[in-house]
């Protein structure tokens, strides 16, 4: 069997672009593959951060992607298990400074801060070590990760061919309609915890009468007729997208007369996928002591099975 490793980083609440680009694509992987996903809060770091709302959203993160159906995959944070922080430095002492820096989440995120993190610079090499300690195959991720994923190639291959071979060289997987889910005030940048705004963001934990709003509020454009075309019509393929995979169908077969009635339902559509998981929040919620001991147990788990890769790591690079 494959095994799939990925994470969500903890720096706001989860989105709907979180749920739809890399969440249910990974909720589906657990039928045919040993899955295992991480709440990367060492990744939350890279940037300002306020210590109190780390750990509640950390915790937050945990307790929807079980939520949301990943409760039959490993499930733990990621500082409860060191082998991360531990192989991130072998593999930064693998990567280039050059290639680091050419990143694009690094200049764009580095662009306007006096103040740059030395972590946000070493970010990829630590995303490079959550997936090769697990020695995954696949990692499902939405879009703007497949860089991240195709430095982790380089760096697996590069390792291997100095060292020996010790890593899987694993590959990206991008739903096919979901892998970049827009802002709903501006469809032409993505959708994000950190980065969108907060009136044309979903998160997974909003109200139904919010989430009706922010939809009704989409900005569309100045025509009238309902088409799936990315490149021209960002704001209603987005809407399509929105409809057609929360409510299981093809987006082909969405026709609708009226923008208004696109907007309702749609907004339907994401009221009713997101009813389950915040029931199923709730209710993990309500029980905080069961979350700590099942995180914990998966923590003690992923530091049992990574075990045996950190030991051929350290070996192959020439560490006692
Ligand atoms: P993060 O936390 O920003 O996002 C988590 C996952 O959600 C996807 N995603 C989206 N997909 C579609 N449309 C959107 N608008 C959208 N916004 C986010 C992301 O592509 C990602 O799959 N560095 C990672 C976290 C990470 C990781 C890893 C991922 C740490 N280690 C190892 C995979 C493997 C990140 O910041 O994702």
Redesign the pocket.
Known sequence: TKRV???????GH??????????MPAVRLQDEADCVY?V?DL?ALTVKHDPERLRARTLEAATLLLACGLDRSLVYI?SRVPAHTELAYLLESTAYFGEMRRMI?FKEKSANQEEVRLSLLT??A???A??LLHR?DI????????Q??EL?RDLALRFNRLYGDTFTVPE?V??QL??????LTTPDS????SD?SAAGTIYLLDEPADIRRKVMRAVTDSETEVRYDPAEKPGVSNLLTLLAVCSGQQVESLAYQTYGALKRETAEAVVEALRPVQERHAELSADPAELARLLAAGAATAVERTAGLMDSARRAIGVL
Do not use: C
């Open positions: 490793f990925s994470a969500f980083k903890p720096t989860l989105t709907l672009g979180n749920l739809l680009g890399a969440i991480a990367a990744h990621q989440q970010y990829p630590l995303m490079a959550d997936i995954a990692v499902p991720v939405g879009d703007d990760q497949r991240h994923v982790t990206a991008h739903p979901a892998a970049r889910v827009m802002d993505k959708m994000g915890k969108g």
